[in-house]
């Protein structure tokens, strides 16, 4: 099943087996985008809606300076731009970080769903939504905590959604993210981003060495950046169980 890892570990099993057929029906043949391609940039017109299948995906603005802010890291099972249905285009742009596997859903049939099936367009609601409190910590994140919190809190963050799809082993994330993409979401320098890398290697906390990032000690990365993922919506208060129905 193509769509098997879409909000697993969240709210997947709010599902209903025919929801997600409905669901599988929607997306198209699978596509390979070849790393660092663009899937489509900001002001283009959005006539359908990408679910990652396979690798990995980010979400990016370029400032007029030519410096870049990473907004945001997709990971499979993801829909990386769902809000394009509603917003039709995007104000940043999307692309592959490695070579990734993609589907396609064509509005058309987002708009079929969401007046056939109103509880299977709540959840796809809820999965855009978890976007948006994503957002709102990398906010925090970027506002408040020194370097080496901000490069702690989002490893911690990445290893928390791999493990909701099943793609941590031994605490080592497999994700082909280069020393400028890590200052580009932790924004700071390449040469910033190195010397808290090291701090975090000669603590023994964690080791990033492309494309694995190595997490030694969980606990105190976590400690560290003071991480709560309840924001993530898969556990602790925030969590959301399977009774979530329509009224």
Known sequence: MITELFLEGRLRQALSESEKQVLEDAVGRCVMLPAREVLIRKGELAERSTYLV???MLRYIDGIDGDRQIVCVHVPGDF???HGFAMKRLDHD????GEAKIAYVPHKTLSDIMRNEPHLARILWFSTLLDAAMHREWIFRLGRLSAKERLAHFICELHTRMAFVGLVENNILRVPLTQQDLADICGISPIHINRVAAELREAEIATLARPMLHIHDLQALKDMCQFDGSYL???GRLHVDSELRLK
């Open 54 to 56: 396979e690798g990995y």
């Open 80 to 82: 990386v731009d769902l």
């Open 94 to 97: 999307v692309c592959a970080l």
């Open 233 to 235: 919506y898969g556990e």
